[in-house]
């Protein structure tokens, strides 16, 4: 850390810094320039932040100079680490596409769209049950009856399943179907539901929240690490800013300003980035080569009967192109698409 | 609704359209253009979402003219509502100060922060037990403790408490204590919770999410009132921009637009949306004189020492200015200070 | 300055940015930390920025601890200043009101528009001949025949004129009729307009740039002040947010902290700010009590046939409460509200 | 454009507006809902501008269907057009590589970038003799001994140049040494300069502003083409947004988005949206896997030492990598990557 004192600030002003960081076990370099002093602090930064220095007489400015977050920091884990789903890895050696219906309406709808999925590629399955919607008027989702379909439909094509957890006491059941549990872009910062899904023993895709800085991100991760679990994938979702033209800015230098951060895989999802359909394969093309260690995407077997953001699903002339972008894209930056190392027992 | 065709769209296509709309119950009008076509939908707007309209072959865009809320609008309730929290109102005819610590941190630091808020006019007490932090590593607040505190002080002062809760499942043991629950930033999507505190049978005050839209502010509220609780007050604390000078941009234009669009008081926290001290009178101006019905106001009695937001909390020396504002400003809006009507029954 | 060395950095790269340093004259002071290595920099910022730190090895980040700007910032010159245009001041004892049209479009609507302007107690009158529009098929300005009427309606009225240039060639033209010139949002960044001025030998009204921050404009400032123009009034005017309901997003703060950085006078643009009529008042109360120097507000004696930015200009029913806002709010804050000191020689 | 009546509006409001948009030489089509009247337009948009419909009584809400720029739209010119600097096309068929010094300093200096950017695969030069910096004691180019220093690098290494104009006034000065002329992002928005471009008869590269809509964006670029100059490149360089990791955040998506509304090509400048040396090939190739139709890039013989933006030029060691993208990701989208068809006539 670094403090800036005020231009005013009096010598008895930098005296009192000095001790109070040293009454918390820790040393303060001072440093007097023409119209300011600075002071350098070496120790604990949490030991630090309880001081309250800038609150302190003549302090002008408290500046962080090391990341507020451990557990999910490269600094201490240099390689990136990879997360197993299932048997399907998400990680730096490939690209994995998750796919599947935006929200589970029926078991045909369900079951053709996974296998729209499977069609294009896909080795994990996603779909949801709890459904968080702005307006109250709209769908909310199956609850329970969407899960067994889920589950239902992840014995027939062999996908594990990824699906949306909204509130903490939820959790429990929720796990006890999906193989990863997913944290919405609204509740990025509902703690309660971090530390719920950190407690649960399932692997976790964390989406950014919509207007969530990159440094936010990392630290509600931290919440999910900090009860030991660390099977989090993160997913840059989009964020809010003034252009209207799509429903929310794809911030694709996300990727690799989190993978130098964080040890975490970092994934895309370029269906409610966009919130278009014609946007969806080019906004894959561009996940895949920034680096982004997969995708996840909506399919839906009839997007205009779709309860649930239709107009961004792909349809089935899309796939094809899907299947070339995972097949063509990931070879170029040395990886290969992400199968399902576990195999799979059972054919569609 | 509207729907715009697009150029290439086909009379076909306008066809389906006009009988998809017509399948739902609705009537709908066409008006070609020399080059687009465009269609008006005469009927319940909750009818045609289900139809998505969006996704039909020809459609450009489909425009909502409506408001996507009900029961808070103003459309069918256009006389401004007052809240009542213990005797004390918030509404048009008043404005309510509401201070107190960011955190309760000891029954010491409350009873006496408390005592400076009444001291600078303010009716209710605002302070927080269970607190949302961005990181893991800070302090989260004493929970059912904390609240102990503050009905402790509400006992020694008068003065009825607002405290914030963060998880729906500790909302009854949260509305045991207090007179108004606070749904904070940082849960203005989280669905279940706005559901709970609406069952809860006590106001709640609603902060605007800090990069929701006004609208989408509206629609969590109306998720609350959905529950049966109309007892909603609404509170600007600022929004995410890029500018970085202060932690938010206030909002002030808020006030007026939500009071115009709903019947609900609107309140503002000067002291969260700049984060720094001496914006906190400036803005508590401004907040009175664009028409907010009430302004929440940190108060400490030692900042330096405190666990949460010191920096932006004022102190004794700001209390008379404070009072000053709330005593001079609401006459000049044809207003005056909300008192406790209730009367008090316990001197400090 | 402070120099943030990375983790990883050796004892090499720590030696060669001290050399660097002292190369160019200034002194570097090590601080040796657990996990990283910072280095305090006194001496001038600007020498500094020429070596590049940023780029060299070794190094994590480079903060600036002091103001990038001289000449406007308050360090130097803690009394804030005053400007006049014609007699009347614009400073910190008063509040000018500066009203007129949006766009001059003919001898009469200018001459009623100032009319009423000056029934409501303006000092100034606003107006514009060169009119920059997103769209080229936009109205444009009536250019050299508005500044001729404007001039000839400072003569029947006696109000000074502050009038909009767009580029730098026609600072000399414009200048030859204005009191003050008006540097628009859009030209915040146009260097070269931003010099002309300052060689101008006028007053001018710097308005804030639709998405620039703080220090942004007043580095701008500080390109109009180094031509030796320190007459320069600030104008707040809204910025660009996701919010949608206004047209931009009034940032009442940006008055008390642009007012704390530099010792110029600063005032507030309530008409282009919400974009909406109904707006206008309100703002206008926040900007007064928030502390602004002044507002500057749109009229127009028919809104309906404006020929510019209509909806939001205050008609004659609102005129008496304009009035009103400008005698009783003012006194509230030790101020009074700014008359033409010089005497005005023609009455209306 | 359709016009949504208030609930309160009455049957002569209705009346009223119907008679004024008949005036105009349009047709309104009436439709009744249960709360609310809309009422569609048929003729002339700028036409009906001139009404201020908005301002009419009974007037809730004005909708534009249709695009506010016609002749750089895609709706009456379906095919994508190809724009040629010297021989070298930019459009739908070629991924063209441009690149070299933020600003000119030297002429080795130039030389040696311009010869590391032909290395790469580049067929353009880039280079800035007028540099437009936000902070006035910035290096501010070198005016046009710089252009003359970029000539003669065209000379020996056969690369066209791009270079930026910052004044309308110096345009005829700069489009006599360039082959392309670029407007920043600072000037996106400076008419007076975007209509001198557009008389220049040189080919134009048009930056969105910082802060710019892509509809913005597309307006500026409709000032060029009213002038007759319909050879304009767009060029998204990041906008600005909450997040502070990034200098900009790249938005992708406008990539697709600008070319479905315009026929005009659209290029990437993945250097100063990100503005770190790390991001810049990531981006780079998510760039040109979303479709972009080249890229503008920075690199430096000598990064620590350069005068502008060091920090995120290449240096040698990623030309390799560059140049790799450059040949391997274009046939992924059926594309090669541009070269100079005019032939060039002198060699390195």
């Known amino acids: 850390m670094v403090i800036v004192m005020a231009p005013e600030a009096t010598q008895e002003d930098i005296t009192e810094v000095v001790a109070l960081v040293a009454s918390a076990g820790g040393e303060a370099f001072v440093s007097r320039?023409?119209?300011?002093?600075?002071?350098?602090?070496?120790?604990?930064?949490?030991?630090?932040?309880?001081?309250?220095?800038?609150?302190q007489r003549g302090v002008a400015d408290v500046m962080r100079v090391s990341t507020p977050f451990k557990l999910v920091s490269r600094?201490?884990?240099?390689?990136?680490?990879?997360?197993?789903?299932?048997?399907?890895?998400?990680g730096p050696d490939t690209v994995t596409l998750i796919a599947g219906p935006c929200a589970v309406e029926t078991p045909q709808q369900t079951l053709e769209a996974a296998?729209?999925?499977?069609?294009?590629?896909?080795?994990?399955?996603?779909?949801?049950?709890?459904?968080?919607?702005?307006?109250?008027?709209?769908?909310?989702?199956?609850?329970?009856?969407?899960?067994?379909?889920?589950?239902?439909?992840?014995?027939?094509?062999?996908?594990?399943?990824?699906?949306?957890?909204?509130?903490?006491?939820?959790?429990?059941?929720?796990?006890?179907?999906?193989?990863?549990l997913q944290v919405g872009?609204?509740?990025?910062?509902?703690?309660?539901?971090?530390?719920?899904?950190?407690?649960?023993?399932?692997?976790?895709?964390?989406?950014?929240?919509?207007?969530?800085?990159?440094?936010?991100?990392l630290m509600s991760a931290e919440y999910i690490a900090q009860r030991g679990n660390l099977d989090i994938v993160l997913c840059e979702r989009g964020i809010r800013t003034f252009e209207t033209a799509t429903r929310n800015t794809l911030d694709v230098s996300a990727v690799p300003v989190a993978q130098r951060l964080s040890h975490l895989p970092v994934i895309i999802d370029p269906?409610?980035?966009g919130g278009r359909r014609d946007l969806v394969l080019p906004l894959t093309r561009a996940a895949v080569a920034v680096g982004a260690d997969g995708v996840i995407i909506d399919v839906h077997p009839h997007p205009e009967q779709a309860l649930c953001d239709g107009p961004q699903a792909l349809v089935d002339g899309d796939l094809e192109e899907l299947a070339r972008i995972m097949r063509d894209f990931p070879p170029l930056l040395g990886r290969t698409q992400a199968a399902n190392l576990a195999g799979e027992s059972v054919a569609v």
Chains 1, 2, 3, 4 share one sequence.
Do not use: C
Request: net charge positive.
């Open 33 to 55: 320039g023409v119209s300011r002093t600075i002071i350098g602090l070496i120790g604990d930064v949490e030991q630090f932040a309880s001081l309250n220095l800038r609150g």
């Open 75 to 90: 600094d201490n884990h240099p390689v990136r680490s990879t997360v197993r789903v299932g048997g399907v890895p998400i």
């Open 271 to 273: 269906s409610h980035s």
């Open 115 to 180: 296998q729209m999925a499977k069609a294009a590629g896909a080795t994990l399955l996603r779909g949801g049950a709890f459904k968080p919607r702005t307006s109250p008027y709209a769908f909310q989702g199956l609850g329970e009856q969407g899960l067994r379909i889920l589950a239902d439909v992840r014995e027939k094509t062999g996908l594990p399943i990824v699906t949306e957890v909204v509130d903490a006491h939820d959790v429990p059941l929720v796990a006890s179907y999906a193989d990863m």
């Open 185 to 217: 872009t609204r509740n990025t910062q509902n703690f309660a539901l971090l530390q719920a899904v950190g407690a649960a023993g399932k692997p976790v895709m964390l989406k950014r929240g919509m207007s969530g800085t990159i440094e936010e991100w």
